[in-house]
Every structure is written in C-alpha cells, then in structure tokens.
C-alpha cells in the first residue's frame, strides 16, 4: 500500500480534476448555503486569490523560481488562496456542516493548487519524487551478453524479434544492485532498459547517465517516457540509462564538485558509477558510445563532466542546463564547495574547462543543447556552452523548443531530440544524408 502510494501517477492522470471538482463543491456549499453572504464571500475569496496571483507573478519576475514560472502556475495558486479564503469565511460561520465544508473547502483547495502547480511543471510524477525517496521496485538485471558485435552497425545487425516489449521497464538500483556511492550520500539510482535489452538475446547498447534538476530526485519518470518513444521509432533501440543522485537530497546543491560539505558528489559519477555499469550492465564497452546528460541542475553537470572527461563520456546531452554549476547562488558555492577560493571556481566552469583544453581533444564528440525558448535564465546560458562547445571542437547540435519555458515538456522534447541527434553516433540509426 506504501509503494502503491507513493508511485501512484499525479500528473498522466484525472487525481487533479477530482480533487479540483471536489473543492468546487465545497466552496459553493460555502457560498450559497443559508445563511447566505455570497457577495462577501465572493468578494473575499476573489480579493485573495488576485492578490495572490499578482504576488506570484512580482516573485516570477524577480526570479525567486530559479526559472521562469509555467504560465498555469500562477492561475493555480490564485485559485487555491481563493478557496482558501471562501473555506476561512464558512469555518467561521455557523451551522456544524458550513463549517465543515469550509475545512473541506481549505483542504482539497491546497491539494488542487499544489497539484496544479505540480502539473505545470510536469516534473514530478508521483509522490515519491516529490518527497526525494525511491519508490520502484528492485531492479533485476539480465546478463551481461559474451558477443559483442560493432556498435556502430548496431542498427542495420539488430532484428527485433516476436514478442519483445513494446516499452521499456523502470526499476530502483538498490539492495543488492545498489551502485556504491563512497564518500557521497547519494539517494538509489533508478535504471532504464530499453525494450532492446528486454529480450532474450539482447544486443549491447550504448549507457546513458542522466540526473535530474534541483530540487528533484532520481526519478526516471520523464525520461523513460522519451526514450520509450525513441525506442518505438528504432525496433526498441535506446540506450539503457542510469538516473542518478547529484544532489544527496531535494535541497542541497553540491555544485558538481567533490567538497567536505557535500561529499565526493564528482568521484560517484566519474569513477563510480562508471565502474558499476561497466561491470554490471549489458552495455557497449567503448566509451564513445557513452552519453553523460541531465536537466536543469543535472545539464550543467553533465556539460561539466563531460568537458572534464572526455575519455569517459563520448558524448554530452544537456537539457536546459545552468550555464555552470552553482550559477544560482555564487558566493554560496564559491565558500561551500570552493573553500572560497574565487579562481578555482571561475576556472571550474565548463566553457574555462572547454578554453583550455589542448586542440583534438574533444575530435568525435558530439554535445547537444536545448532550451526553452522562453526560458530567459537558463537559455542564455546554453547558447554560451553552445558556443564554447563549437569553438573547442565539439560536434554540437543544439534546439530551441519556442513558446516553451523550464518544464517538464522541454525535458521530454530535449530528450527526443538530443538521443535523436545521438543516435547515428551512437549506431542506434543510420547516418543522416
């Protein structure tokens, strides 16, 4: 009943239009029950839910989100602190079931608005993201295949054959698959495998190490989504993808660096889980054919690592990234995570990392970046990393979704995209042209 609570669907499903008609219901008892002061009451709950919807805006343009603010979230907190206000005014009057109505009415509101902002985003899915813990079952992994044919023919070799998944699975890497995180306190990690990996005989494929944005957890939710729908498109090829923890909980930001503070956050992605997979994984052993990726907080360390390794990570996919880790609160990463040492920091950024690399040493690497196109704090970032990533000698590709901000729906497009321009690289699909 716990697991069944805690990964029960919120946003792909009707649980927002109950709750949301519920609170209806029981603002009109509030309203039109007699005794009746329906102007009052009206005019009480409009006056909040404005002043409500006015106050989020000031905020979102003050950048207090960290990102711009999904359009309908705004509309969503207005309504609940309407409701919220027509509920005060029925507990404080009588009869017993007006004011009951109006607990109910305070209630399911918050439940509506908090769901509805939830929605907006389109983040996170289910209760267990929301409150940072693993809720999957125990992931159980299929061997390890002896054959190992080139992966860049990958898709003109492989036959997808009768009876094989339609989608991929979901599951937690915990207990006995728990990837061993040293000195960081990483949350379990959560594994994609693609219907590919699901049958018999499968093929090798190419490793994806993803990481969500911050505040968040490693939920797999949207980005099993994506590589299910690339998987479709390509015989049920897709990489099997790792999300993993980078953040140790839903509040804390170690910047991508190993600290005293955070724990050796760097160490766990860059040795790590890098040996894990490598052991335990039926995945293709050279490295060109890994992808280091992430959303939000999760693009900027991946777009660092990636320029700091990239004799481990063949290829970078970073969704809506911060242009460099800690750009949101400086002065607190350069004393928490940098000792306060100023120009480590400056030169820890991917586009310094990028600048100093000697010549070739990024030939046959591929980065991909996409933003929202309305997403004004993070998409000026990307189209630097961009830049910079062209000029040290990255393949890049890069994708403005236009009309889209900092959502869930950017992560799901970024993806998409992203392992669609892989996939040639990655033998996943035949060569454009």
Not at 186 to 193: M, N, Q, S, T
Request: proline fraction near 8%; include cysteine.
């Amino acid at each position: 009943m716990k697991q069944f609570m805690l990964s029960f669907e919120l946003i792909d499903s009707p649980v927002l239009h109950i709750v949301a008609v519920l609170a209806v219901v029981a603002v009109l008892v509030v309203v039109v029950a007699p005794p009746r002061r329906i102007l009052l009451t009206l005019a009480v709950a409009l006056g909040a839910g404005a002043a409500m919807f006015a106050i989020a805006l000031v905020l979102s343009a003050r950048n207090a989100f960290d990102g711009p603010l999904p359009w309908p979230a705004p509309l969503w907190a207005a309504a609940a602190v309407a409701g919220v206000a027509a509920g005060a005014i029925g507990v404080a009057r009588r009869p017993w079931w007006r004011r009951l109505a109006g607990v109910l009415a305070i209630v399911l509101s918050l439940a509506a608005g908090g769901l509805g902002v939830n929605t907006s985003y389109g983040i996170t899915h289910n209760l267990a993201a929301i409150l940072g813990v693993q809720a999957l079952n125990d992931a159980d992994l299929p061997p390890v295949s002896a054959a190992d044919p080139d992966p860049a023919t990958l898709y003109q070799t492989w036959t997808a054959p009768a009876g094989m998944p339609a989608k991929g699975t979901v599951s937690a890497l915990t207990g006995a698959t728990r990837i061993p995180s040293g000195a960081f306190a990483a949350r379990d990690a959560a594994l994609y495998l693609p219907p590919a990996a699901l049958v018999p005989d499968p093929p090798k494929l190419p490793l994806l190490v993803f990481m969500m944005g911050q505040p968040g957890s490693p939920d797999p939710t949207n980005l099993a989504r994506a590589l299910d729908a690339y998987a479709a498109a390509h015989d049920g090829l897709a990489p099997i993808a790792i999300v993993a923890d980078q953040l140790g909980a839903p509040d804390r930001d170690p910047a991508c660096g190993d600290s005293a503070m955070y724990g050796a956050v760097a160490t766990y992605f860059t040795q790590l889980i890098p040996q894990w997979a490598a052991a335990h994984l039926n995945i293709v052993q050279d490295h060109r054919y890994w992808i280091i990726g992430g959303y939000s907080n999760g693009g900027s360390c991946a777009a660092l690592w990636g320029a700091q390794h990239p004799d481990l990570w063949g290829n970078i996919l970073d969704v809506s990234g911060n242009e460099y880790p800690g750009s949101e609160h400086v002065d607190e990463t350069v004393k928490d995570v940098f000792g306060g040492d100023s120009a480590r920091f400056n030169a820890s950024t991917p586009a310094a990392i990028m600048a100093a690399a000697p010549a070739g040493t990024y030939a046959g690497h591929t980065a991909v970046f996409t933003w929202g196109g309305d997403d004004q704090t993070f998409g000026p970032g990307q189209q630097r990393n961009a830049a910079a990533a062209t000029a040290a000698g990255f393949d890049v590709a890069t994708q403005v979704f236009d009309g889209q901000g900092h959502t869930g729906a950017v992560l799901d497009d970024g993806v998409n995209f992203g392992v669609g321009a892989l996939g040639a690289a990655l033998g996943l699909a035949a060569p454009s042209g």
